[in-house]
């Protein structure tokens, strides 16, 4: 369905050129022709090639094989692949019939036209050098040198390009596409009133001034960058990565050319002396998706990381599709498996694990300190390293024997307290979130022992605790018991203990998980011991000490009794504690090593608990084993503790200060290299365990060669793809850019300028934008303007009959731009309109509204993005593109539009047309709210039901309304206002969606009405369209 | 929808008018807007498609996810017993890679099922004890004891086993057969996607959007999620104090503007918006006519067991599944989680088999009893299987598996499926295929054989290749399964 035109608007195109301009051009009319149906078994690919016989080199196609020639230039009835094309035997037809594809009649046409005229063979055409030519003299009207070529092929077809368009309607085309926000009334009523002849260049020249360019701009890169807030896979958690989304925005704004763009986000890291805006930037190959699920294999992630960086870099600056060649030769395209992995080796030494950690700061990472900050973190590190060469020399005193190796073994100690029974310590300062404490005898409730149980009923989370006055310690082996009776006519959703030592950071939860929204999940702050207990009786709930990170000889300064809902009774909790040295894992190094073998330890160093987990302790190499059980002398052995104790928590003090400073830093994921470089390897057939040839860093040869040296990094290859020399670079980039205005590339498949790619439209113009934008020193405000200004880009967007028919994509630009807005500026554009935008720059991703149950049904139990937490007040109207991206669940009003998962780059969104938008767009909260506060702006400006009307539908179309457009509004605005007059109580209800307020100085019932008629207009095909 | 398939589509109106028809719910809506604007809010077929008589022409996936264990589900294995707490002897492991949730693990003793199995139905498949239900309707089953993949860990092997690639970015299934195949509904959407919930004990791995995505399709391809709780469809709900009938008003009044714009501009986009405004505003009819069981019998929620009425059950979302396919749905999705089981397997799995069991075989004789399942395909499985050898503690009713992409379980009921077969073999150890190996790719291209789609010819062009959903590497639909 979707081929078929696409096939009728070539055939138009290539027969169209071909006859116009005479000879036939290999690029153009061959290559298509050759590359889709015989280039798979006769092309680049050595392995794949059939019959020896090669079609994509003249050297291939001209050569005899046992005396008859597949091509013979000027002959085509000696040119054998011709006759296997015509021929009716079975087994001698090309291409054969069981790879369905089929060379038409028009197609053999050409061929054989093509091989009369001598069978020239060309480069395909992107490779080759992009040439100047002189601009066509035309006719029409002309702005700038973009518009002589577009007219020159307009007049080829006997097309006039369309006149230019309304004032209004320029003024809101260019503002949407400079900055993804409507032009407001009084801009548009400014813009109306400046007849000078420079009143439109003036405009562009404010739009590029503003700041919402670089967000608009940035926008776009950040699905090149396949930004997001996430890792992406498995746990999804949260990634800091966002200081990188605002230095893209400040980039645009700032204008940095395009080659310093480029070399800062593939190599800032290694500048001389980097600024921090450099390092930031380096980050753009950090944005790749990662992993920590439990039971990854290392060695495949970190392939997997590199080739993901280096397929998108292909991708964003050559425009390639270099996936291909990850497991064989590109069959298309000039790409050796070879090559690609020689591309591949430039980013195979990077520094970042292969498992992220789930956490949030995967290092490399960069801290934005203050100068004080940096001062006062290094001051911390001093001190630190100076204790923990005081802790070493302690280990080092140590007289160590292993209680498992002594005969007889050790004697068993065991020991309980009762930390609670009857009433809080003697002393306590105890408080409630909730109603007042409540004892109950047994006359009035269960009690499990001694005279009184603690009693609680509660709608939400409510607690009894106390914070002061109370002194435990942590015995070796803690557990902690309560005795706990559920109503069961009233159960909790939860209910939870809680510790304080050093702050309220230790929670054991028993019922659903996120009822009690406190402390990050799957730590020693938010520990789920198990389900609720049952309810009607008893039940004794335990939970080591240690996996809430109670440390033997941690002192506990308050305690608290929690739940969420329900009635719930407490008694007796425990502390008991038992130990039996030789078969403790924190008296004696064997059992530790015997029981944590295959096991995640938390709090060991990345490397060794990757170590730990992965292999068996007899395999571990001696220098860890020493690290390992230094480790286990500072943190778990017991009969160190007296020796380590006082040092330790001297550490201790100093990391938590350091932490709580590093957690008032905002901090990004950057780029770095290893310091040894990771030899790389041909992979067979893609896969990260069958390394084959070695390899060394390169390009692939069909492009110029990098200049001559010893050794290459990642920063000589940013500097390759931006040399004058290179075919692509610039290509791509104006034609990215051309297609971000006009909504087709002039190659329409902007991610493939490869020979499986289009073509482009407009060759000499394409390659003259080219030129023009590196000469101009990569100056992208420029290009842009150079874009918005021109004839082209101004003409008027109404379809005309022939133009339909003839070229129903516009490709040959009959008429100007017109598409529906992106995702972000749907959303942004309603926020805009109705005044709640919040138009506060950069910062932490925001959570506007959502609908619930996006995130929950998918997320993994222990991630920290499983519950959706919604902001509130400003952070409900910022623009899109400061939204919190989730991959593995992405807003939905986001999505329905079109807009990526971020999962992988994106070069190129489509743009669709569905009842689930018409669903959003009408009743998503955000939207609708919009709709409420936009007609309250309309009702305070304007006091005549047509005033309003007018200035609705100006500022969500930027034009007035016709008589008869003003008369539909009028007629249904009287029928709301009819039917909420009827029914007051729907009224109220209708301006009370959303979180802002209603106007109380408003009649509600006309509030209302307006409502409809906003949420109506912001509705309008061309609300939602430039 | 691009101008340019809009365009073409109301070029091919005639063609499919003449093909499917107007249904009879859209008659008045049709000579109100003119039939131009309708065409385009069908989910048409390709032109091309089928490319022969399909035997099915829906599907129902039943995804568990996290991999169910075979061993104590289906693949029967006597012989173990005696094995007990030895070692896997190296010979089977053979040098294969294990995770590093076990590899570091000093021994890799062997865990006998602690289940029982008996044979059933008249074909005397071998069910353990815990598919009490299923067990029933084992001769309407292919049960294929031999799938594999290359995945060994859960969110490449979902990705894989849904999209056909490890690698996220593909199309999904359900967007493969959206695309290639329409729908049949006019005012539901093509592909429909549920995320029930799953037993609380349960340690659930996490589920990703790109399981139903479109990846490189058109996004309309997307599978729509029916929610359990919210807005069954998101924002089918009018906002607080909107009626039908203001919205309607408002929609009229949509209509007219965007009517005047078109006559303005010319553009066909507009038409089309106005056709999915339509659409729209008829899905809010829909969908909640879709979830209302009122009508349902009692006999049939009987059949389904407790959770039938439960809204976000799996139980209910086996219900709404049959719902969707009898209203024109192409395939329905329903995703549970939970069956990670690598410690305490006995019991987890437990709670995991009555959270669906039952649901799953009433499914089944539900779609019979309606004649639906003759041409609709049900399938049944998980992204991997899992290990013969304990993860952690084991004792004979205590033990956990880890992850075995080697082989693994699943079953197909349905459309052109024979029933009562048995399809592949494994070791004693079910640790190794030894006969009939199927593929997950081998396992897609029968889905969609029984489809009418040859697998090899159902491309889309993107990133320079056509891509398939069964990949570049040769594979075959199993004509084994075949009725």
């Given at each position: 369905?979707?081929?078929?035109?696409?096939?009728?608007?070539?055939?138009?195109?290539?027969?169209?050129?071909?006859?116009?301009?005479?000879?036939?051009?290999?690029?153009?009319?061959?290559?298509?022709?050759?590359?889709?149906?015989?280039?798979?078994?006769?092309?680049?690919?050595?392995?794949?090639?059939?019959?020896?016989?090669?079609?994509?080199?003249?050297?291939?196609?001209?050569?005899?094989?046992?005396?008859?020639?597949?091509?013979?230039?000027?002959?085509?009835?000696?040119?054998?692949?011709?006759?296997?094309?015509?021929?009716?035997?079975?087994?001698?037809?090309?291409?054969?019939?069981?790879?369905?594809?089929?060379?038409?009649?028009?197609?053999?046409?050409?061929?054989?036209?093509?091989?009369?005229?001598?069978?020239?063979?060309?480069?395909?055409?992107?490779?080759?050098?992009?040439?100047?030519?002189?601009?066509?003299?035309?006719?029409?009207?002309?702005?700038?040198?973009?518009?002589?070529?577009?007219?020159?092929?307009?007049?080829?077809?006997?097309?006039?390009?369309?006149?230019?368009?309304?004032?209004?309607?320029?003024?809101?085309?260019?503002?949407?596409?400079?900055?993804?926000?409507?032009?407001?009334?009084?801009?548009?009523?400014?813009?109306?009133?400046?007849?000078?002849?420079?009143?439109?260049?003036?405009?562009?020249?404010?739009?590029?001034?503003?700041?919402?360019?670089?967000?608009?701009?940035?926008?776009?890169?950040?699905?090149?960058?396949?930004?997001?807030?996430?890792?992406?896979?498995?746990?999804?958690?949260?990634?800091?990565?966002?200081?990188?989304?605002?230095?893209?925005?400040?980039?645009?704004?700032?204008?940095?050319?395009?080659?310093?763009?480029?070399?800062?986000?593939?190599?800032?890291?290694?500048?001389?002396?980097?600024?921090?805006?450099?390092?930031?930037?380096?980050?753009?190959?950090?944005?790749?998706?990662?992993?920590?699920e439990g039971g990854?294999?290392?060695?495949?992630?970190?392939?997997?990381?590199?080739?993901?960086?280096?397929?998108?870099?292909?991708?964003?600056?050559?425009?390639?599709?270099?996936?291909?060649?990850?497991?064989?030769?590109?069959?298309?395209?000039?790409?050796?498996?070879?090559?690609?992995?020689?591309?591949?080796?430039?980013?195979?030494?990077?520094?970042?694990?292969?498992?992220?950690?789930?956490?949030?700061?995967?290092?490399?990472?960069?801290?934005?300190?203050?100068?004080?900050?940096?001062?006062?973190?290094?001051?911390?590190?001093?001190?630190?390293?100076?204790?923990?060469?005081?802790?070493?020399?302690?280990?080092?005193?140590?007289?160590?024997?292993?209680?498992?190796?002594?005969?007889?073994?050790?004697?068993?100690?065991?020991?309980?307290?009762?930390?609670?029974?009857?009433?809080?310590?003697?002393?306590?300062?105890?408080?409630?979130?909730?109603?007042?404490?409540?004892?109950?005898?047994?006359?009035?409730?269960?009690?499990?022992?001694?005279?009184?149980?603690?009693?609680?009923?509660?709608?939400?989370?409510?607690?009894?605790?106390?914070?002061?006055?109370?002194?435990?310690?942590?015995?070796?082996?803690?557990?902690?018991?309560?005795?706990?009776?559920?109503?069961?006519?009233?159960?909790?959703?939860?209910?939870?203990?809680?510790?304080?030592?050093?702050?309220?950071?230790?929670?054991?939860?028993?019922?659903e998980?996120?009822?009690?929204?406190?402390?990050?999940?799957?730590?020693?702050?938010?520990?789920?011991?198990g389900v609720l207990?049952e309810?009607?009786?008893?039940?004794?709930?335990?939970?080591?000490?240690?996996?809430?990170?109670?440390?033997?000889?941690?002192?506990?300064?308050?305690?608290?009794?929690?739940?969420?809902?329900?009635?719930?009774?407490?008694?007796?909790?425990?502390?008991?504690?038992?130990?039996?040295?030789?078969?403790?894992?924190?008296?004696?190094?064997?059992?530790?090593?015997?029981?944590?073998?295959?096991?995640?330890?938390?709090?060991?160093?990345?490397?060794?608990?990757?170590?730990?987990?992965?292999?068996?302790?007899?395999?571990?190499?001696?220098?860890?084993?020493?690290?390992?059980?230094?480790?286990?002398?500072?943190?778990?052995?017991?009969?160190?503790?007296?020796?380590?104790?006082?040092?330790?928590?001297?550490?201790?003090?100093?990391?938590?200060?350091?932490?709580?400073?590093?957690?008032?830093?905002?901090?990004?994921?950057?780029?770095?290299?290893?310091?040894?470089?990771?030899?790389?390897?041909?992979?067979?057939?893609?896969?990260?365990?069958?390394?084959?040839?070695?390899?060394?860093?390169?390009?692939?040869?069909?492009?110029?060669?990098?200049?001559?040296?010893?050794?290459?990094?990642?920063?000589?290859?940013?500097?390759?793809?931006?040399?004058?020399?290179?075919?692509?670079?610039?290509?791509?980039?104006?034609?990215?850019?051309?297609?971000?205005?006009?909504?087709?590339?002039?190659?329409?498949?902007?991610?493939?300028?490869?020979?499986?790619?289009?073509?482009?439209?407009?060759?000499?113009?394409?390659?003259?934008?080219?030129?023009?934008?590196?000469?101009?020193?990569?100056?992208?405000?420029?290009?842009?303007?150079?874009?918005?200004?021109?004839?082209?880009?101004?003409?008027?967007?109404?379809?005309?009959?022939?133009?339909?028919?003839?070229?129903?994509?516009?490709?040959?630009?009959?008429?100007?731009?017109?598409?529906?807005?992106?995702?972000?500026?749907?959303?942004?554009?309603?926020?805009?309109?109705?005044?709640?935008?919040?138009?506060?720059?950069?910062?932490?991703?925001?959570?506007?509204?959502?609908?619930?149950?996006?995130?929950e049904p998918v997320g993994f139990g222990?991630?920290?993005?499983?519950?959706?937490?919604?902001?509130?007040?400003?952070?409900?109207?910022?623009?899109?593109?400061?939204?919190?991206?989730?991959?593995?669940?992405?807003?939905?009003?986001?999505?329905?539009?079109?807009?990526?998962?971020?999962?992988?780059?994106?070069?190129?969104?489509?743009?669709?047309?569905?009842?689930?938008?018409?669903?959003?767009?009408?009743?998503?909260?955000?939207?609708?709210?919009?709709?409420?506060?936009?007609?309250?702006?309309?009702?305070?400006?304007?006091?005549?039901?047509?005033?309003?009307?007018?200035?609705?539908?100006?500022?969500?179309?930027?034009?007035?309304?016709?008589?008869?457009?003003?008369?539909?509004?009028?007629?249904?605005?009287?029928?709301?206002?009819?039917?909420?007059?009827?029914?007051?109580?729907?009224?109220?209800?209708?301006?009370?969606?959303?979180?802002?307020?209603?106007?109380?100085?408003?009649?509600?019932?006309?509030?209302?009405?307006?409502?409809?008629?906003?949420?109506?207009?912001?509705?309008?095909?061309?609300?939602?369209?430039? | 929808?691009?101008?340019?398939?809009?365009?073409?589509?109301?070029?091919?109106?005639?063609?499919?008018?003449?093909?499917?028809?107007?249904?009879?719910?859209?008659?008045?809506?049709?000579?109100?807007?003119?039939?131009?604007?309708?065409?385009?809010?069908?989910?048409?077929?390709?032109?091309?498609?089928?490319?022969?008589?399909p035997k099915a022409k829906r599907l129902i996936y039943l995804h568990m996810n996290g991999a169910p264990s075979q061993l104590d589900l289906w693949d029967h294995k006597p012989e173990l017993a005696r094995f007990f707490d030895k070692?896997l002897p190296?010979?089977v492991r053979?040098?294969q890679?294990i995770t590093?949730m076990t590899?570091?693990?000093?021994?890799l003793p062997v865990a006998p099922s602690m289940f029982r199995f008996a044979p059933h139905g008249q074909c005397g498949r071998w069910v353990s004890e815990l598919l009490p239900h299923t067990a029933k309707i084992v001769d309407e089953l292919a049960v294929i004891k031999s799938v594999h993949t290359s995945a060994i860990n859960h969110d490449p092997a979902c990705t894989f086993v849904m999209t056909g690639?490890?690698?996220?970015?593909?199309?999904s299934i359900g967007?493969?057969l959206?695309?290639?195949?329409?729908?049949?509904?006019?005012?539901?959407?093509?592909f429909v996607v549920f995320t029930p919930s799953f037993p609380a004990a349960s340690q659930a791995q996490a589920l990703f959007?790109?399981m139903w995505?479109?990846?490189?399709?058109?996004?309309?391809?997307?599978g729509?999620a029916l929610r359990g709780q919210?807005?069954?469809?998101?924002?089918?709900?009018?906002?607080?104090?909107?009626?039908?009938?203001?919205?309607?008003?408002?929609?009229?009044?949509?209509?007219?503007?965007?009517?005047?714009?078109?006559?303005?501009?010319?553009?066909?986009?507009?038409?089309?918006?106005?056709?999915?405004?339509?659409?729209?505003?008829?899905?809010?009819?829909?969908?909640?006519?879709?979830t209302?069981l009122?009508?349902e019998s009692k006999a049939t929620l009987e059949m389904y067991g407790p959770d039938a009425q439960r809204s976000g059950s799996f139980t209910h979302s086996a219900i709404m599944a049959r719902r969707l396919i009898e209203?024109?749905t192409r395939v329905v999705q329903i995703l549970h989680r939970g069956w990670d089981q690598h410690n305490n397997l006995p019991k987890l799995l437990r709670g995991q088999v009555e959270d669906t069991e039952r649901a799953c075989a009433a499914l089944i004789m539900d779609l019979k009893q309606r004649g639906l399942l003759q041409d609709t395909l049900v399938v049944w499985g998980g992204e991997f299987g899992r290990t013969v050898y304990s993860q952690g503690t084991l004792a004979k009713d205590n033990y956990g598996r880890d992850h075995h992409p080697r082989c693994f379980t699943m079953w197909m009921a349905g459309g052109g499926v024979k029933g009562g077969v048995e399809h592949g073999e494994t070791d004693d150890f079910s640790y190794n295929i030894t006969k009939d190996p199927v593929h997950i790719s081998d396992l897609n291209a029968t889905i969609l054989h029984l489809m009418?789609?040859?697998?090899?010819?159902?491309?889309?062009?993107?990133?320079?290749?056509?891509?398939?959903l069964?990949?570049?590497?040769?594979h075959h639909p199993v004509q084994a399964l075949l009725a």
């Amino acid at each position: 369905m979707i081929m078929t035109p696409r096939a009728f608007f070539f055939a138009f195109v290539v027969t169209a050129t071909a006859s116009a301009a005479g000879k036939l051009d290999f690029n153009r009319d061959i290559r298509p022709i050759l590359s889709d149906n015989c280039f798979a078994c006769h092309g680049f690919d050595s392995k794949k090639r059939k019959a020896d016989l090669r079609l994509d080199t003249p050297e291939g196609a001209f050569k005899a094989i046992k005396g008859v020639f597949p091509i013979k230039p000027g002959d085509p009835e000696a040119s054998s692949v011709l006759q296997r094309i015509l021929t009716h035997d079975k087994d001698e037809l090309m291409p054969p019939p069981e790879t369905n594809k089929k060379i038409t009649t028009n197609q053999v046409e050409i061929l054989s036209r093509w091989i009369r005229e001598g069978a020239e063979y060309k480069k395909h055409w992107s490779f080759e050098t992009p040439v100047k030519t002189v601009p066509p003299k035309v006719n029409g009207p002309l702005r700038n040198m973009i518009d002589a070529f577009i007219q020159a092929r307009l007049a080829e077809e006997k097309i006039s390009p369309a006149p230019e368009a309304s004032r209004e309607m320029l003024i809101r085309r260019a503002t949407l596409d400079l900055t993804g926000l409507p032009p407001s009334p009084e801009e548009i009523d400014a813009f109306l009133a400046d007849t000078s002849e420079h009143a439109y260049d003036r405009l562009i020249d404010r739009l590029l001034k503003s700041e919402r360019y670089g967000e608009h701009m940035g926008r776009y890169w950040l699905d090149v960058a396949r930004y997001a807030d996430t890792h992406g896979l498995h746990l999804d958690n949260e990634r800091s990565m966002w200081p990188y989304r605002d230095w893209v925005v400040r980039a645009f704004n700032q204008n940095i050319p395009f080659d310093q763009f480029t070399i800062w986000q593939l190599a800032g890291d290694l500048l001389p002396e980097a600024t921090m805006d450099q390092k930031i930037a380096s980050g753009f190959n950090r944005c790749n998706v990662t992993t920590s699920e439990g039971g990854s294999i290392n060695e495949e992630f970190i392939f997997r990381y590199a080739v993901d960086r280096t397929e998108t870099t292909v991708a964003v600056w050559m425009g390639l599709t270099a996936g291909c060649a990850v497991c064989h030769d590109h069959k298309f395209d000039p790409i050796t498996q070879k090559e690609f992995y020689s591309l591949y080796a430039f980013f195979n030494s990077t520094a970042d694990p292969a498992m992220d950690g789930n956490i949030l700061l995967t290092p490399p990472t960069l801290r934005l300190s203050t100068p004080e900050q940096a001062r006062q973190l290094v001051d911390y590190d001093k001190n630190l390293s100076i204790t923990q060469a005081k802790l070493r020399e302690a280990i080092a005193k140590l007289n160590y024997t292993d209680p498992a190796t002594v005969r007889p073994l050790p004697p068993v100690q065991t020991s309980e307290t009762i930390w609670f029974e009857d009433a809080f310590p003697t002393g306590a300062n105890v408080s409630v979130a909730g109603d007042p404490t409540q004892f109950v005898e047994k006359e009035e409730g269960p009690v499990f022992s001694g005279v009184k149980a603690l009693k609680r009923t509660a709608n939400g989370v409510a607690q009894d605790f106390f914070s002061a006055g109370g002194n435990y310690s942590i015995p070796p082996n803690g557990k902690i018991s309560v005795q706990c009776y559920l109503d069961p006519k009233n159960p909790p959703k939860a209910v939870m203990l809680q510790f304080h030592s050093a702050g309220w950071n230790h929670r054991a939860v028993w019922g659903e998980e996120g009822a009690i929204p406190y402390g990050t999940v799957r730590t020693p702050e938010r520990v789920r011991v198990g389900v609720l207990p049952e309810a009607g009786k008893w039940v004794k709930l335990e939970v080591a000490a240690d996996k809430l990170g109670l440390k033997p000889g941690i002192k506990i300064t308050g305690f608290a009794f929690t739940q969420f809902g329900g009635t719930v009774y407490w008694d007796r909790l425990a502390m008991s504690s038992r130990v039996e040295p030789s078969k403790d894992p924190q008296w004696s190094w064997q059992v530790w090593v015997e029981k944590n073998q295959g096991r995640r330890v938390e709090g060991l160093p990345n490397d060794l608990q990757t170590l730990v987990r992965g292999k068996k302790s007899n395999e571990w190499p001696e220098a860890d084993v020493k690290r390992l059980k230094e480790w286990w002398f500072e943190n778990e052995c017991q009969s160190a503790r007296e020796l380590v104790e006082g040092v330790r928590s001297e550490k201790l003090a100093l990391e938590a200060k350091k932490k709580a400073l590093e957690n008032l830093i905002p901090a990004t994921f950057i780029m770095a290299d290893l310091p040894k470089p990771r030899d790389s390897f041909i992979m067979e057939r893609g896969q990260y365990d069958k390394p084959k040839e070695k390899v060394s860093h390169g390009t692939p040869a069909v492009f110029p060669a990098l200049p001559k040296q010893d050794k290459y990094s990642r920063l000589d290859l940013a500097k390759w793809l931006v040399s004058p020399q290179h075919p692509l670079t610039a290509r791509v980039q104006v034609n990215r850019l051309w297609q971000q205005f006009f909504g087709t590339g002039l190659v329409k498949s902007s991610n493939d300028f490869g020979s499986q790619g289009e073509p482009p439209s407009h060759p000499e113009l394409l390659d003259w934008l080219a030129i023009t934008f590196r000469e101009n020193g990569w100056n992208i405000k420029e290009m842009v303007k150079m874009i918005v200004t021109s004839h082209t880009y101004r003409q008027s967007a109404q379809f005309s009959a022939r133009s339909v028919h003839l070229d129903p994509e516009n490709r040959l630009l009959a008429r100007g731009p017109r598409f529906r807005l992106d995702a972000e500026s749907v959303r942004d554009t309603a926020l805009f309109v109705s005044g709640l935008l919040n138009p506060k720059i950069g910062g932490k991703g925001v959570k506007p509204y959502q609908p619930e149950n996006i995130w929950e049904p998918v997320g993994f139990g222990g991630s920290n993005t499983r519950n959706y937490i919604q902001d509130h007040g400003e952070s409900l109207y910022r623009r899109s593109l400061y939204t919190f991206w989730k991959r593995t669940a992405p807003p939905p009003n986001m999505t329905a539009f079109d807009a990526p998962n971020r999962e992988s780059y994106c070069l190129r969104r489509e743009r669709s047309n569905t009842p689930l938008q018409a669903l959003t767009l009408m009743n998503d909260v955000q939207f609708f709210e919009a709709a409420r506060a936009f007609a309250q702006q309309a009702m305070k400006s304007a006091t005549t039901p047509d005033a309003r009307i007018t200035r609705l539908f100006r500022a969500a179309t930027s034009r007035f309304p016709s008589a008869s457009e003003a008369e539909v509004v009028r007629q249904t605005f009287e029928k709301h206002l009819a039917a909420y007059t009827a029914k007051p109580e729907e009224a109220k209800k209708v301006i009370a969606n959303g979180e802002s307020k209603a106007d109380s100085a408003l009649n509600p019932v006309e509030l209302a009405a307006w409502t409809m008629i906003a949420n109506l207009l912001l509705n309008l095909d061309e609300a939602v369209t430039k | 929808m691009t101008p340019l398939f809009e365009f073409h589509q109301q070029q091919t109106r005639r063609q499919f008018f003449g093909k499917v028809g107007l249904r009879a719910g859209n008659i008045a809506l049709a000579s109100m807007l003119g039939r131009d604007l309708m065409a385009s809010s069908v989910h048409t077929s390709l032109p091309e498609l089928p490319h022969f008589a399909p035997k099915a022409k829906r599907l129902i996936y039943l995804h568990m996810n996290g991999a169910p264990s075979q061993l104590d589900l289906w693949d029967h294995k006597p012989e173990l017993a005696r094995f007990f707490d030895k070692d896997l002897p190296e010979s089977v492991r053979n040098g294969q890679r294990i995770t590093t949730m076990t590899s570091g693990q000093a021994r890799l003793p062997v865990a006998p099922s602690m289940f029982r199995f008996a044979p059933h139905g008249q074909c005397g498949r071998w069910v353990s004890e815990l598919l009490p239900h299923t067990a029933k309707i084992v001769d309407e089953l292919a049960v294929i004891k031999s799938v594999h993949t290359s995945a060994i860990n859960h969110d490449p092997a979902c990705t894989f086993v849904m999209t056909g690639s490890e690698v996220p970015g593909k199309a999904s299934i359900g967007s493969w057969l959206a695309y290639g195949l329409g729908s049949e509904s006019n005012d539901l959407p093509a592909f429909v996607v549920f995320t029930p919930s799953f037993p609380a004990a349960s340690q659930a791995q996490a589920l990703f959007t790109r399981m139903w995505s479109s990846g490189f399709l058109p996004t309309k391809y997307t599978g729509v999620a029916l929610r359990g709780q919210g807005d069954p469809v998101l924002y089918v709900k009018n906002p607080a104090g909107v009626d039908p009938s203001n919205r309607r008003a408002m929609l009229d009044a949509l209509n007219k503007l965007n009517t005047i714009s078109h006559a303005q501009i010319g553009d066909p986009e507009i038409q089309t918006r106005i056709a999915q405004y339509e659409m729209a505003f008829r899905m809010q009819t829909s969908v909640p006519e879709l979830t209302d069981l009122s009508k349902e019998s009692k006999a049939t929620l009987e059949m389904y067991g407790p959770d039938a009425q439960r809204s976000g059950s799996f139980t209910h979302s086996a219900i709404m599944a049959r719902r969707l396919i009898e209203r024109g749905t192409r395939v329905v999705q329903i995703l549970h989680r939970g069956w990670d089981q690598h410690n305490n397997l006995p019991k987890l799995l437990r709670g995991q088999v009555e959270d669906t069991e039952r649901a799953c075989a009433a499914l089944i004789m539900d779609l019979k009893q309606r004649g639906l399942l003759q041409d609709t395909l049900v399938v049944w499985g998980g992204e991997f299987g899992r290990t013969v050898y304990s993860q952690g503690t084991l004792a004979k009713d205590n033990y956990g598996r880890d992850h075995h992409p080697r082989c693994f379980t699943m079953w197909m009921a349905g459309g052109g499926v024979k029933g009562g077969v048995e399809h592949g073999e494994t070791d004693d150890f079910s640790y190794n295929i030894t006969k009939d190996p199927v593929h997950i790719s081998d396992l897609n291209a029968t889905i969609l054989h029984l489809m009418g789609i040859d697998h090899r010819k159902f491309t889309f062009k993107f990133q320079g290749l056509d891509q398939r959903l069964t990949g570049v590497e040769e594979h075959h639909p199993v004509q084994a399964l075949l009725a």
